[in-house]
Structures are given as structure tokens and as C-alpha cells.
């Protein structure tokens, strides 16, 4: 099955400062990679995706970079604000199409 | 806001009880999924339908638990004889069938005492 992992498990940045954070997958078809931000007591919810046969993505402050050959797909948040404390969590498919989530990284932003 | 809706929010019971969960994903909509998260983990996989249909159940899903979709709209997730290990937050999700993107709603938070 879908072997995923998330590095750090924390993060703690002062404002205003970058955030990056890893996801490994071990399926070879995953071919979709989003990263949702999950607010205390509050849903998950998408911040930016990536597909296969794409290598970078940004959106404002948010960019993923993937790594096919590697298997690993990376968060980056730049000029970091107290609002994006949270925890995130990789899901990328596995060959069936489905969800695999990361146990999640929780990051922490000091002001 | 997502348009995912579920219902109750939070559901406290006794071990040994039944309990039901219901879930309106985004009327557009054809996938359902279901999730179970715990504390300081991702959300795990439970069950997905496409319109009524019940594509796949993960080995999570115990005899105990089942889910329907009768019409492909809403959802029911329910649970018999809950034990002390089924407290969790129970998520529930949507998405188009041609788009990997899904949606959640906002949980319904189960403890069993």
C-alpha cells in the first residue's frame, strides 16, 4: 500500500519568514498531489494542488514543487503570517485514485 | 465555505450504543468519501460512493459500521455497539468524478464513553 510521510512533524518559523515542508510517497502511479491546511477543531481545507506532469506551481505565497523521480513533493510559504499557523497534510493518490494522508506537520508561526 | 454539510457537529454515547452520521456533500457532486481522523493524525480512508453506488470500503470499516447513499445525494455513516476506540473526528467529503480535488465538511466529533 501507500507508504506516505511528512517532514518535520513541527515547524516553528518567526513571521515573516519561509516554511517548507516535505512529503514522501512510495506508489509509483500517484499522479495527484494537493496540500490541505487544517485550522484547529476546523475541516480540512485545500490550499494548492499539483499534477504529474507539472514540476512547480505557486499561488501568492504558496508554491508546491514535485519531484516524480523522487517521490517526494514539497510545501513552500514565504513571508509567513501568525494566520498561517495550522497543521498540513500531504494526500497524494494512490494508484486507485484515493487519498493517502501524511500524519501532518504542524507549524507553528511566531510573531 | 465549501457547501459540505454534516450532522450532528459533536455526538457524545455510551459504548454499546448505535449511532448515525449524516453528510450533504456540494449538489454537484457524485463522490462521496468518508474519513475518520484522530487526534495528531491525517484523516484515514473509510469509504467512498460513486452517485448510490458503494465503490470501495477500507479494512478500517468493520462489520460494525456501514454507510449508505440511497439516492446519490446525502449519506449516512452509521455505527453499531460503539466501543471506547471509535471516538474520532468522522469527515466526510465530495468531489466531481473527473476531478481528484475533494471537499470536506466540517466533521462530526464522536466520543464514546
Known amino acids: 500500500g501507500e507508504n506516505v510521510e511528512q517532514h518535520p512533524s513541527t515547524l516553528s518559523v518567526q513571521e515573516g519568514d519561509s516554511a517548507v515542508i516535505k512529503c514522501t510517497y512510495s506508489?509509483?502511479?500517484?499522479?495527484?498531489f494537493p496540500w490541505y491546511k487544517q485550522e484547529l477543531g476546523k475541516r480540512p481545507q485545500l490550499i494548492i494542488d499539483?499534477?504529474?506532469?507539472?514540476g512547480e506551481k505557486k499561488d501568492q505565497r504558496i508554491a508546491v514543487t514535485l519531484n516524480k523521480t523522487a517521490k517526494h513533493f514539497s510545501l513552500h510559504i514565504t513571508e509567513t503570517q501568525p494566520e498561517d499557523s495550522a497543521v498540513y497534510f500531504c494526500?497524494?493518490?494512490?494508484?486507485?485514485?484515493?487519498?493517502?494522508f501524511g500524519a501532518g506537520t504542524q507549524v507553528v508561526v511566531t510573531p | 465555505d465549501t457547501g459540505v454539510s454534516q450532522d450532528p457537529r459533536h455526538k457524545i454515547t455510551k459504548r454499546g450504543q448505535n449511532v448515525t452520521f449524516r453528510c450533504d456533500p456540494i449538489?454537484?457532486?457524485?463522490?462521496l468519501y468518508w474519513y475518520r481522523q484522530t487526534l495528531g493524525q491525517g484523516p484515514e480512508f473509510l469509504t467512498y460512493?460513486?452517485?448510490?453506488?458503494?465503490?470501495?470500503k477500507s479494512r478500517l470499516l468493520s462489520d460494525r459500521f456501514s454507510a449508505e447513499r440511497p439516492k446519490g445525494s446525502f449519506s449516512t455513516l452509521e455505527i453499531q455497539r460503539t466501543e471506547q476506540g471509535d471516538s474520532a473526528m468522522y469527515l466526510c467529503?465530495?468531489?466531481?468524478?473527473?476531478?481528484?480535488?475533494?471537499?470536506f465538511g466540517p466533521g462530526t466529533r464522536l466520543l464514546v464513553l
Open positions: 467529503a465530495s468531489s466531481f468524478p473527473t476531478e481528484e480535488t475533494q471537499y
Open positions: 506508489d509509483s502511479a500517484s499522479n495527484y
Open positions: 499539483i499534477r504529474s506532469n507539472v
Open positions: 494526500a497524494p493518490t494512490d494508484s486507485w485514485g484515493k487519498f493517502q
Open positions: 449538489s454537484e457532486h457524485n463522490r
Open positions: 460512493f460513486q452517485n448510490e453506488a458503494q465503490l470501495e
